[in-house]
């Protein structure tokens, strides 16, 4: 069969690392070499390694690892940053360390891994940190949350979704812990970040500059194991997708600033101008959580100023879209928070008495 041939996974015992890092570039996944029994990355060469806080390496010599030389010549120093699809070079790696682990680069293999942990331990006592920003039942019985794998089947169940990996079926890995990752596709064109605990209890995300053990991998703890029969990895469902972004997950081009309407109008460094500026970059610079609500009272605080007349209603309404973007509001929500808030304010005028 040539599916057996294919895949390290079909023989029941261990996989041999090689192999697994083979199959892994093989399925377009940049790899990355691990010391031997553990999840972190083999050791770069001495210019290379800082050495650990108890041992720092004298030889280090400090720079950016995006533009080492020793990437480009093969070294597999800098850990994920040396991460490749290149056949020959894994080849070389592996012959040179047959025991090393296999590290996934979630950014460039275009992957998302959803990271269930199992580190039992207590809940937040109050449920609402269990998934900041997620409307719960409040009948959640104390005791039914003991670790990642609830928090998540919360989450699912308030967004009436099936568990992450069970439709559709995507490669779900066992980790010596007992915890559990989800592969996902990112969706084209998008970009993600590692944000540790931001989607909730014991939830972690795997994206960008950070890196999942490729199952097979076996550490000192156990052997990282794909579960069930399916080997490839789903596109990440739209309903997590959403739930990664409201947390911050994803990396949004940032916007070019564009010169804004009223700069090269006659309002200049007024009071109004100041308080235009004041409220924009509040919005823009707003973390999730408070996005929302520093939009609604922009746009508010902005409308009440429209009736004196100096502000283009269409030019301030567009700037705060921009600003709302910056901070990674959707559209669409975006458009109707500033529509209200502008319209509400509006029926509020505020009296300048010649301050504009
Ligand atoms: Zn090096
Ligand atoms: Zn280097």
């Known amino acids: 069969m040539i599916s057996a041939l294919l895949s390290p996974y079909s023989r029941p015992t261990a996989p041999d690392p090689r192999r697994v890092a083979l199959w892994a570039a093989a399925q377009g996944w940049h790899v990355h070499p691990l010391a031997s029994g553990t999840k972190i990355p083999v050791r770069g060469c001495d210019r290379c ?26 070294r597999p120093c800098h ?20 025991t090393a682990g ?59 979704a099936p568990l992450p990996g069970c439709r559709p079926e995507t490669l779900t890995v066992r980790t010596p812990s007992g915890g559990v990752h989800y592969w996902f596709r990112v969706p084209a064109g998008t970009t993600w970040r590692p944000l540790a605990g931001a989607l909730g209890w014991q939830l972690d995300v795997r994206a960008g500059s950070s890196y999942a053990v490729a199952p097979g991998t076996t550490t000192r703890s156990g052997t990282y ?28 081009p940032e916007r070019p600033r564009v010169a804004l ?3 090269t109008r006659s309002i200049g460094t007024g009071y109004v101008a100041a308080v235009v500026r004041r409220e924009l970059s509040a919005v823009a610079e707003a973390q999730s959580g408070t996005r929302n609500g520093t939009l609604n009272r922009a746009a508010f605080n902005l409308g009440t100023l429209l009736a004196a007349g100096s502000l283009d ?44």
């Open 225 to 252: 194991t794909a579960l069930g029969e399916c080997r490839t990895v789903a596109e990440l469902p739209v309903w997590l997708a959403r739930d990664l972004d409201r947390t911050g997950h994803r990396v949004r």
């Open 79 to 98: 850990g994920v940053l040396a991460a490749t699809t290149d056949p020959e070079r894994i080849a070389a790696w592996w012959d040179r360390i047959p």
């Open 313 to 356: 209603r269409t030019g301030v309404a567009d700037a705060l879209l921009d600003a709302a973007r910056h901070a990674g509001l959707p559209d669409r929500e975006a458009a109707a928070a500033i529509r209200s808030g502008l319209s509400a304010g509006e029926r509020q005028p505020r009296a300048l008495g010649g301050a504009a």
């Open 49 to 74: 390694s800082p050495g650990s806080k108890d041992r720092p390496n004298p030889q280090y010599v400090e720079h950016d690892g995006h533009d080492c030389a020793c990437i480009a010549a093969g």
């Open 261 to 263: 309407p009223w700069r």
């Open 102 to 160: 296999v590290g996934v680069a979630a950014g460039p293999s275009g992957l998302v891994i959803l990271d269930v942990d199992c580190h039992g331990g207590q809940p937040p006592e109050d449920f609402a940190e269990l998934l900041p920003g997620v409307e719960l039942p409040d009948d959640i019985a104390p005791g039914s949350i003991a670790d990642g794998r609830g928090t998540l089947a919360l989450l699912a169940e308030a967004r009436r």
